[in-house]
């Protein structure tokens, strides 16, 4: 992995890596590790599903979650893709920001029925009795919502990370992998090796 085979964009560079994952057939080539901060500095990280890739990384959640309680009081966040069959990695560092209510809707309209269900039944991350409250719950929504009522709860949406920093792994023989980064500095991104 030479700069001069990389894009001037760390996106158009993710862009064609995603792709490439896609065609070796990766399992699970959009699940990403989500590291988060509370705004004491507290770490927690979870992988979640990247859903769209825009000028950032976008994803959905329950807001009130620990991972949306987390970006909330504190936007800086870190993404991390692993493809193992393929031996690369690619780190993502920067800014989250809740996507327009609008695409929150759109996505939350195009997932089956089940997972809108529980969008609305699970009080994600928060302590409860055991799984019968969750059944219960799930059988009281289906009553009182159909496929044509439905309609995303204000609780649940998307986050687009921003990135200012990218880096590109690539394993090679005798752990000298090559490591290719790209910052974002005056609203330029800049392109540099650093060592493995």
Same mark, same amino acid.
């Given at each position: 992995?030479?700069?001069?085979?990389?894009?001037?964009?760390?996106?158009?560079?993710?862009?064609?890596?995603?792709n490439?994952?896609l065609?070796a057939e990766v399992?699970?080539?959009?699940?990403?590790?989500?590291?988060?901060?509370?705004?004491n500095g507290s770490?927690?990280?979870?992988?979640?599903l990247?859903?769209?890739?825009?000028?950032g990384?976008?994803?959905?959640?329950?807001?009130?979650?620990?991972?949306g309680?987390? &970006? *909330? !009081?504190?936007?800086?966040?870190? @993404?991390?893709?692993?493809w193992? +069959?393929?031996e690369?990695?690619?780190r993502i560092?920067?800014?989250?920001e809740k996507?327009s209510?609008?695409e929150?809707?759109?996505?939350?309209?195009?997932?089956?029925?089940?997972s809108?269900?529980?969008?609305?039944?699970s009080?994600?991350s928060?302590k409860?009795?055991?799984?019968? &409250? *969750? !059944?219960?719950?799930?059988?009281? @929504?289906?009553?009182?919502f159909? +496929?044509?009522?439905?309609?995303?709860?204000?609780?649940w949406?998307?986050?687009?990370l921003?990135?200012?920093?990218?880096?590109?792994?690539?394993?090679?023989?005798?752990?000298?992998?090559?490591?290719i980064?790209y910052?974002?500095?005056?609203?330029?991104?800049?392109?540099f090796?650093?060592a493995p």
């Open positions: 992995l030479d700069l001069e085979h990389t894009a001037l964009n760390p996106i158009e560079q993710f862009n064609v890596w995603f490439e994952a065609k399992l699970e080539p959009n699940a990403m590790t989500l590291a988060t901060a509370s705004s770490p927690s990280c979870r992988v979640v990247l859903k769209g890739v825009d000028n990384f976008v994803f959905f959640t329950n807001y009130l979650s620990r991972k309680s987390h &970006l *909330l !009081e504190n936007p800086n966040a870190c @993404l991390n893709f692993f193992p +069959e393929l690369r990695q690619v560092e920067g800014s989250v996507v209510a609008l929150s809707d759109d996505y939350y309209n195009s997932r089956p029925f089940g809108q269900i529980g969008a609305w039944a009080p994600q928060q409860i009795e055991g799984r019968e &409250l *969750l !059944e219960q719950r799930v059988e009281e @929504l289906q009553k009182e159909s +496929e044509d009522t439905i309609k995303r709860p204000e609780h949406g998307g986050f687009r921003r990135p200012d920093f990218v880096e590109f792994w690539q394993g090679r023989p005798s752990r000298l992998h090559d490591r980064c910052l974002l500095e005056n609203d330029r991104w800049n392109r090796r650093v």
